[in-house]
Nanobody
């Protein structure tokens, strides 16, 4: 069992930056791939970034490439999402999720989810 807790969300102006954290507890987190998804009101949950267990492999949605960076510190059981050049359309609840398999952009591949953290970008 893995428990995930997101933090770092908040209100930021367009063009600003935020760093989200996903802190994990439970066994063998360092062997899990982790993804970041987001969901805006009235919209489906969307994949944004993922990282494999070692951190050597990452994947990004086109909409965030070059602006978001996913990383992890397995010694701290934490995965980060650095978000730069934020736009109002990035506003959403951001979720991290853990997957015991390969890196994936599909929410159905993820076994564990956090409760989410709100990101609001003002114009």
């Amino acid at each position: 069992q893995v428990q995930l807790v997101e933090s770092g969300g908040g209100l930021v102006q367009a063009g600003g930056s935020l760093r989200l954290s996903c802190a994990a507890s439970g066994r063998a987190f360092s062997s899990y791939s982790v993804g970041w998804f987001r969901q805006a009101p009235g919209k489906e949950r969307e994949f944004k970034a993922a990282i494999n267990w070692s951190g050597r492999s990452t994947n990004y949605a086109d909409s965030v490439k070059g602006r978001f960076t996913i990383s992890r510190d397995n010694a701290k059981n934490t995965v980060y999402l650095q978000m730069n050049s934020l736009k109002p359309e990035d506003s959403a609840v951001y979720y991290c999720a853990a997957n015991s398999g390969l890196i994936s952009g599909r929410s159905s591949d993820y076994d564990y989810w956090g409760q989410g953290t709100q990101v609001t970008v003002s114009s």
